[in-house]
């Protein structure tokens, strides 16, 4: 990530990133004392970009999501704006499925870095798993469906089946 100027977030940069969200988007967003419960217990599931001068100008944002949670995303009632801890993956515990919280950029540069950060996270980092997501915007609901191919799913939500498929739940072996 740190190849596309994303850095993984402090609090400060969720705090910043939340005030973003809510004047791009408006209230209907995840609280700010929600976003830092869910970085804290995730450890990896904000990132920030800042400009040369400091200003937050970008942010992405995804959930690493236990086995808790494949029923909730499978009926479609998944709760992204109060993601239940039970359903979150900690460091060292095995994510089944990640959940696309959000993303935004100030600048053409930092929107396209965060689309492309995204699809990082899809392809690499969680190739193996099943993406979900809620689009907030149209502009959102374009990336979603053109850059990540997802389609709808029950209850509002999107999804992608496994990037890489045979890789599903399969450990890597030692090289």
């Known amino acids: 990530m740190a ?7 402090t609090d400060e940069d969720i705090a910043e990133g939340h005030a973003l969200a809510e004047h ?11 976003m830092l419960r869910v970085q804290a217990r995730t450890g990896c599931a904000t990132f920030a970009m800042r400009s040369r001068d400091g200003q937050l100008i970008g942010a992405l944002a995804v959930i690493p ?3 808790a949670a494949c029923p909730s995303l499978a009926r479609g009632d998944f709760d992204g704006l109060s993601p239940p801890d039970a359903m979150l993956a900690r ?11 959000g993303m935004a950029g100030l600048t053409p540069r930092s929107r396209a870095a965060v689309i492309v ?3 990082k996270l899809q392809r690499e980092v ?3 798993l099943p993406f979900y997501a809620r689009a907030a915007t149209s502009e959102g609901e374009r990336v979603l469906h053109d850059r990540m191919g997802a389609r709808a ?8 089946p496994p990037w890489r498929a045979n890789d599903r739940l399969t450990p890597r072996k030692a090289a």
């Not at 190849?3 to 977030?9: F, I, P, S």
């Not at 791009?24 to 929600?34: C, E, H, V």
Request: proline letters at 4%; charged letters at 10%.
């Open 126 to 128: 969680y190739g193996a």
């Open 153 to 160: 799913h029950a209850g509002g939500l999107v999804s992608a």
């Open 65 to 67: 999501l236990s086995a």
């Open 117 to 119: 950060g995204a699809m």
């Open 24 to 34: 791009l988007i408006g209230p209907a967003i995840a609280s700010l004392d929600t």
């Open 91 to 101: 460091p060292g515990e095995a994510a089944r499925a990640f959940y696309g919280w």
């Open 3 to 9: 190849e596309l100027g994303l850095r993984l977030a």
